[in-house]
């Protein structure tokens, strides 16, 4: 074989591309055509190109998102934890309750429902502070706490099921007079520590209702 046309061959190896047309006869010389692109494949390149982010930006969004969540994050910190809850209105906090106390007279049965129906109880009393706390704030002369006699037991039982473990009963009391007196109040004229008494539970006094701060 000729050594021209051998080295025309190469060169179509080389190049890989491909015969169109003889442009030279005598020198056995063709034109050649470099390969082309499927455009197809080109235009998958350039969508995934316009949709693969670069990093930079793929970081810059992160970055962003991070920075709304720990905005959300302080503020429910602060407005469930930092803000102090209040009161409902009508009641003044003692450490974390809150207690009402009535300007109407009921029995001590109708006292409790009207609690009730303020999502609160009457009042239970537990240390010598909120004793001295209730005491302080009662306008009225003559008041319901939330503290009964047990017919059954013969025992004196708060509201919320407790037993009694230290009273602050006036000098006598409780003396059960009559053999039916079954509720207590307190006496707004007397010692703070020495003012309860036990009455018939239908007697019309004021009430102390109690409830949890919200």
Known sequence: ???SVRS???EYENTGGIYTGLILPDNNEYSTLKPTSNPIQEAQKTAKSRLCCPPYKVATVCLGLLCAFSVIVIIILFVYLEVPKQC???YVQ???R???FSSEKDNW???RKHCKRQGADLVVIDTMEEQVFVHSHYTHHQYWIGLRNSSEERTWLWVDGSQLDVGYWNDGEPNNLGLNEDCVHGYKDLNALKNWNDIKCDNHF???CETSRP
């Open 94 to 96: 003692f450490t974390s």
């Open 109 to 111: 049965f109708n006292s």
């Open 206 to 208: 004021n009430w102390v």
């Open 1 to 3: 074989m000729d050594m």
């Open 98 to 100: 809150c207690y009402n």
């Open 88 to 90: 409902p209105v009508g």
């Open 8 to 10: 025309k061959d190469d």
